[in-house]
């Protein structure tokens, strides 16, 4: 006889302070944190992860390193082991399955960003990490074999982890920069190990469309909901566009359409006097029942029990 298997529910983790509780380290603004890992914190951070038996999904971006140690865990139900000189990404679309453990012995950097920082902060068209580096589609982690290469990244890991913890005039902008040139080194270590040349006049016809696309849903995301307005825009037929952002983000239109949604339907739902019916009008949803069946289903709750969470 087959036994009834509880269903997991998805637990999304949006406030950054939640998240130092459990590994320490600093924040700025809810937008952007980092924590270094050692022997004095780890055990705690262990016991704290075991506690979550949901999955979690990170409303941000997650970039960790592993100069020393291991570190295994379960995203989007793929179980992954990283060692000495690892570098890991998550991103916004992925989620936690399984349990984390780190290696008691380990050092271990994890910083996480939020998407609100980027688009403020970070919007220096050339040189950047191209959308795949940043949705972390393809080689989510890879080793990092150029001592060399590691060493900078550590180092810009050091200095943006110095920066968070003090107090500075224009701190936002020495976080900036710092990221920056964090990324930078990212991409350079990517690019160096892969043999990947950066082209900076010509990018594929790829990459070209999913920037096109997220340039559209920027735009257009909260009052047009159909995947065949942005292929249309495109001048692509919706599944050509869907197989190309399922390919290189594994998600497809629906899905990035969906997230966008959303998004801004937790803002607008945590505004002060807000209304479901105001934000079912306002994303440009038939009524409050349509909305409320769209919300339930990409982020597992209802409206009212968000706002009532809040």
């Known amino acids: 006889m087959r036994k009834n298997i509880p269903q997991k529910k998805t637990f999304l983790v949006?406030?950054?302070?939640?998240?130092?509780?459990?590994?320490?380290?600093?924040?700025f603004n809810n937008e952007i944190m980092i924590t270094r890992m050692s022997e004095t914190n780890i055990k705690k951070a262990n016991n704290n992860l075991q506690t979550f038996k949901d999955i979690v999904k990170l409303d941000?971006?997650?970039?960790?390193?592993?100069?020393?140690?291991?570190?295994?865990?379960?995203v989007n139900y793929q179980k992954i082991k990283l060692s000495r000189h690892s570098l890991m990404f998550i991103s916004p679309f992925d989620s936690l399955?399984?349990?984390?453990?780190?290696?008691?012995?380990?050092?271990?950097?994890?910083?996480?960003?939020?998407?609100?920082?980027?688009?403020?902060?970070?919007?220096?068209?050339?040189?950047?990490?191209?959308?795949?580096?940043?949705e972390s589609h393809i080689n989510p982690y890879f080793h990092i074999e150029n001592d060399k290469n590691f060493l900078r990244l550590k180092k810009n890991f050091d200095t943006l982890y110095s920066y968070m913890g003090e107090t500075?005039?224009?701190?936002?902008?020495?976080?900036?920069h710092s990221l920056n040139?964090?990324?930078?080194?990212?991409?350079?270590?990517?690019t160096d190990q892969l043999n990947i040349p950066i082209e900076t006049d010509k990018i594929p016809r790829s990459?070209?469309?999913?920037?096109?696309?997220?340039?559209?849903?920027?735009?257009?995301?909260?009052?047009?909901h159909s995947p065949s307005f942005y292929a249309e825009k495109l001048f692509i037929s919706v599944q050509y566009l869907s197989s190309i952002l399922k390919e290189h983000t594994r998600q497809n239109c629906s899905d990035w359409i969906g997230r966008h949604i959303t998004q801004k339907a937790r803002r607008l739902l945590k505004a002060p006097g807000a209304t479901i019916q105001k934000v079912a009008e306002e994303?440009?949803?038939?009524?409050?029942?349509?909305?409320?069946k769209f919300f339930k289903k990409h982020t597992g709750t209802t409206p009212k029990k968000f706002m009532n969470s809040i």
Do not use: H, W
Not at 283 to 292: E, I, K, P, R
């Open 60 to 74: 941000l971006m997650t970039i960790i390193l592993i100069p020393e140690g291991e570190i295994t865990f379960s």
């Open 14 to 27: 949006e406030k950054l302070d939640d998240i130092l509780k459990i590994l320490g380290g600093y924040q």
């Open 181 to 190: 040139l964090l990324m930078l080194e990212i991409l350079n270590a990517f």
């Open 97 to 134: 399955t399984g349990p984390t453990i780190m290696s008691q012995e380990g050092t271990y950097y994890i910083l996480m960003v939020k998407r609100s920082f980027v688009e403020k902060y970070m919007n220096d068209p050339s040189p950047a990490p191209p959308p795949a580096l940043f």
């Open 283 to 292: 994303l440009n949803f038939a009524d409050q029942s349509s909305f409320g």
């Open 168 to 176: 500075l005039t224009l701190k936002e902008y020495f976080l900036k």
């Open 207 to 224: 990459e070209e469309i999913i920037r096109k696309f997220i340039g559209l849903l920027q735009t257009y995301g909260e009052r047009e």
